[in-house]
Nanobody
Framework: QLQLVESGGGLVQPGGSLRLSCAAS????????VGWFRQVPGKEREGVSI????????NYADSVKGRFTISRDNAKNTVYLQMNSLKPEDTAVYYC??????????????????WGQGTQVTVSS
């Protein structure tokens, strides 16, 4: 069974940091581009960051550039999202998903599959 499991979410004060993990089971992530997405109630799911299968090419939404860093450890079958300088507007459920190929680093949601169940990130004082 192909499955992605996100973890690392929680409650953090503005300006704080969290590191999210996306672990795969039942398949190897090493051949996949992986994206992080987030969604708040009533809004569409949006792309946050994407990393190619080798961990060489990355892309970020403008809203997180300079604050978030995506990385991967294929030996551990895991992709990470380091989130620094968190803002209240970063509050959302964060999901990871896979796609084949990287192309121009698009985070077009319909191109992704194997979605995890999500992890809640809440930024509040």
């Amino acid at each position: 069974q192909l499955q992605l499991v996100e973890s690392g979410g929680g409650l953090v004060q503005p300006g704080g940091s969290l590191r999210l993990s996306c672990a795969a089971s039942g398949f190897s992530l090493q051949n996949y581009t992986v994206g992080w997405f987030r969604q708040v109630p009533g809004k569409e799911r949006e792309g946050v960051s994407i990393i190619d299968h080798r961990g060489v090419s990355t892309n970020y939404a403008d809203s997180v550039k300079g604050r978030f860093t995506i990385s991967r450890d294929n030996a551990k079958n895991t992709v990470y999202l380091q989130m620094n300088s968190l803002k209240p507007e970063d509050t959302a459920v964060y999901y990871c998903a896979t796609t084949l190929g990287y192309g121009l680093g698009s985070m077009y949601v319909p191109w992704f599959e194997n979605w995890g169940q999500g992890t809640q990130v809440t930024v509040s004082s």
